[in-house]
C-alpha cells in the first residue's frame, strides 16, 4: 500500500494539487468571474480506500471543482479509491462538499434508451 500512496503523490504533484495551494489572490474575484463554478478553498482532500487502514489527506488547497473534478475523478478511477473533498472546517469528513467514486469494473455499461420515434413511410396517400 505504501508504494500505491508514493505513486498518488507523484501524480498529485504531476496535477498541481499540493498542500498549501491556492488558485487565485484573491477569493471573492475568483468568485466573481467563475459565477456557476463549485469552489471549495481551504479544502481538505482525502484519498481513501475502503477496507484499508491507510489513506492520503491534502490540507488547505484550494480547488475548484468544476474544472478540477475531472482530475480527481481519473485519479479515483487509476487508484481504486474514493475521493472526499471537504470544506475547511470539516476536518472528520463528516459533511464533505464532494465524493468521488472509482469506477466499479466489471458491471456493464447500459445503453440509453432512445426516445425518438421512428418514422414510418406510408404506402398509399
Excluded at 70 to 84: H, I, P, R, T
Aim: one cysteine or more; aromatic letters at 10%; proline letters at 4%.
Amino acid at each position: 500500500m505504501d508504494d500505491t500512496i508514493q505513486k498518488l503523490k507523484e501524480r498529485l504533484d504531476a496535477m498541481g494539487f499540493r498542500e498549501m495551494r491556492m488558485i487565485a489572490l484573491s477569493k471573492f474575484r475568483y468568485c466573481n468571474s467563475h459565477p456557476n463554478h463549485q469552489i471549495v478553498f481551504n479544502s481538505n482532500i482525502r484519498f481513501l480506500w475502503p477496507g484499508k487502514f491507510q489513506d492520503l489527506k491534502i490540507h488547505m488547497c484550494d480547488i475548484n471543482l468544476t474544472k478540477e473534478g475531472v482530475k480527481l475523478k481519473k485519479l479515483a478511477n487509476e487508484f481504486s479509491c474514493y475521493v472526499l473533498v471537504a470544506y475547511e472546517s470539516d476536518i472528520d469528513f463528516m459533511w464533505p462538499a464532494a465524493i468521488i467514486a472509482p469506477r466499479v469494473t466489471g458491471q456493464r455499461q447500459r445503453k440509453p434508451r432512445s426516445n425518438r420515434l421512428v418514422e414510418t413511410k406510408g404506402g398509399n396517400d
